[in-house]
């Protein structure tokens, strides 16, 4: 159990560790290749906080632990809503974009509640997880499309930044590319074994390991972005990196897990957890919307609300586990 313990700590610091040089590698390499650096933020920027997510749920899968990897994607969602925006809230309100508010919080909205009816028959098929990557895929092209068509976008600036702050030449950025994959790869599977033993060892589901323990680790490159947000008074790219990571995990995290290895989807999965999140990413649509018209702001009552879902949910959890360990 302590090497079990010992693994996911490992595990969880070179994940968030490979996963920043291996965004980092990847935006040198693309921009030396003369790739539009709005792409490198939509692409490899803005989805990159989620890459530990896509590493870790895609190694439990070919594992043969897809509950692990549901738990990982559904949890990474329901962490990133109610404890990230709802701490950094705390700190500092977030002034909402009216984007935000009428085309991805929405967006995301319709793309969990597909997930939800995949989920009715107690089964994620592979059928269902080329759906998901299908539907993600069309997800990016269309957002990408938007993207150059239209004037300058935040992510173009964070993209600017990024590689402003961390130049490199064509040889370094590849062997970071290379070696930042690596690790994840190493990373994901030190972690995934850890939480795989201590769920086996304490009685209880991958999938509730999946939601806490998992979720929270594979999270943090999203805490630390809303942080440096905070500090730098970025409050679109909050919410932003916020809602496109929600899609990463919804489409591209579970879709490629089902794809992998289709899995058997418990009941509390629908009515507990599918349905937090959906209630989660529906709150937060109303905190920016507000009741009379554009509010656009989601305030520390909104994040302290946000923060005791997510503890009340989380020691709902942990509940189960002493059950499950005192049964």
Do not use: C
């Amino acid at each position: 159990m302590l090497m079990a313990f010992g693994a996911i700590i490992a595990g969880l610091v070179l994940l968030v560790w490979s996963a920043d040089k291996f965004v980092e590698g990847a935006a040198a390499t693309a921009k030396h290749l003369g790739m539009p650096t709005l792409l490198i933020g939509m692409v490899i920027i803005g989805f990159g906080t989620s890459a530990p997510e896509l590493a870790v749920s895609a190694m439990a899968a070919s594992d043969g632990n897809p509950g692990l990897a549901l738990g990982n994607g559904y949890g990474s969602n329901i962490t990133n809503i109610a404890l990230i925006v709802g701490l950094t809230a705390i700190i500092a309100p977030i002034a909402v974009h009216s984007q935000v508010i009428r085309k991805e919080l929405p967006l995301l909205i319709v793309l969990t509640l597909i997930a939800g009816a995949q989920l009715l028959d107690g089964h994620l098929s592979r059928m269902d997880g080329w759906v998901l990557l299908a539907v993600f895929t069309a997800v990016m092209g269309w957002s990408i499309y938007q993207g150059l068509k239209g004037k300058a976008d935040p992510l173009a600036g964070e993209a600017d930044a990024e590689i402003i702050a961390h130049p490199m030449p064509l040889k370094t950025a590849i062997i970071w590319l290379v070696v930042g994959l690596l690790l994840l790869i190493i990373s994901s599977r030190m972690l995934v074994w850890g939480a795989v033993t201590i769920a086996q060892s304490l009685g209880v589901s991958d999938l509730v390991i999946g939601l806490t323990i998992v979720a929270i680790g594979t999270s943090l490159p999203e805490l630390a972005s809303a942080l440096a947000a905070v500090k730098k008074n970025e409050h679109d790219l909050i919410l932003g990196n916020i809602v496109g990571s929600g899609i990463f995990n919804t489409l591209a995290v579970v879709g490629l897990a089902a794809v992998i290895e289709p899995l058997a989807v418990d009941p509390e999965v629908l009515y507990r957890d599918w349905t937090l999140m959906l209630a989660l990413t529906v709150g937060l649509f109303l905190m920016g919307f507000g009741l009379t018209g554009w509010r656009k702001l989601v305030s520390r009552i909104d994040g302290s609300m946000l923060l005791l879902v997510y503890l009340a949910y989380t020691g709902y959890l942990l509940s189960t586990v002493v059950a499950a360990g005192t049964a």
